[in-house]
T-cell receptor
Framework: GNSVTQMEGPVTLSEEAFLTINCTYT??????LFWYVQYPGEGLQLLLK?????DKGSNKGFEATYRKETTSFHLEKGSVQVSDSAVYFC????????????FGKGTRLSVIA | EAGVVQSPRYKIIEKKQPVAFWCNPI?????LYWYLQNLGQGPELLIR????????DSQLPKDRFSAERLKGVDSTLKIQPAELGDSAVYLC???????????FGPGTRLLVL
């Protein structure tokens, strides 16, 4: 079945540092890939997504590229801020219609000033 | 546009008691999902509705869990009786038929004592 593996946290960075959170997946078919973010006390929010190979999703300075050859969708940001502290989830769907999301375990990011 | 609404936000009950969670999806979204999120884990699907029909409930523990979406709009998830291991966050999400992005509510945090 489909699965997502993302790097374990917590990740602690200083403000303005470069961020990479690794995500790899196993899937049949052609899934769409997502990054969701969960701020303390809040629900999951879509951060970015990519629907086919070589697509790059981007939002709020974050970006991730759908790499079919390495089955990866790593999240990157060039300069993190304290406000980026949250838990980040990589996810995929079945690739057709409104199929359920399969999530990774999440990576907690703490950014210190 | 209002987001996905869930209530209550927090619930503390004793084991063997019943509990119910309510979700109102984004207006016009015909697909509704209930996910379970255990501490330190990513969300896992419990049940998916297309309008009022449950199209994927294979992960719902039917001996104690039930759900309904009678008019194809809001939904209720019930546990009876609750067990200690049910302590978790219960997330509701919705999406429309034109796009695959799922929008999540803030969740209901359940603690079973």
């Amino acid at each position: 079945g489909n699965s997502v593996t993302q790097m374990e946290g917590p990740v602690t960075l200083s403000e303005e540092a470069f961020l990479t959170i690794n995500c790899t997946y196993t899937a049949t078919g052609y899934p769409s890939l997502f990054w969701y973010v969960q701020y303390p006390g809040e629900g999951l929010q879509l951060l970015l997504k990519a629907t086919k190979a070589d697509d790059k999703g981007s939002n709020k300075g974050f970006e991730a590229t759908y790499r079919k050859e390495t089955t990866s969708f790593h999240l990157e940001k060039g300069s993190v801020q304290v406000s980026d502290s949250a838990v980040y989830f990589c996810a995929l769907n079945g690739g057709s219609g409104n199929t359920p999301l399969v999530f990774g375990k999440g990576t907690r990011l703490s950014v210190i000033a | 546009e209002a987001g996905v609404v869930q209530s209550p936000r927090y619930k503390i009950i004793e084991k063997k008691q019943p509990v119910a969670f309510w979700c109102n999806p984004i207006s016009g979204h015909n697909t509704l999902y209930w996910y379970l999120q255990n501490l330190g884990q990513g969300p896992e699907l419990l049940i998916r509705y297309e309008n009022e029909e449950a199209v994927d409930d294979s992960q719902l523990p039917k001996d104690r869990f039930s759900a309904e979406r009678l008019k194809g709009v809001d939904s209720t998830l019930k546990i009876q009786p609750a067990e200690l291991g049910d302590s978790a966050v219960y997330l509701c999400a919705s999406s429309d038929s034109l796009q695959e992005t799922q929008y999540f509510g803030p969740g209901t945090r359940l603690l079973v004592l």
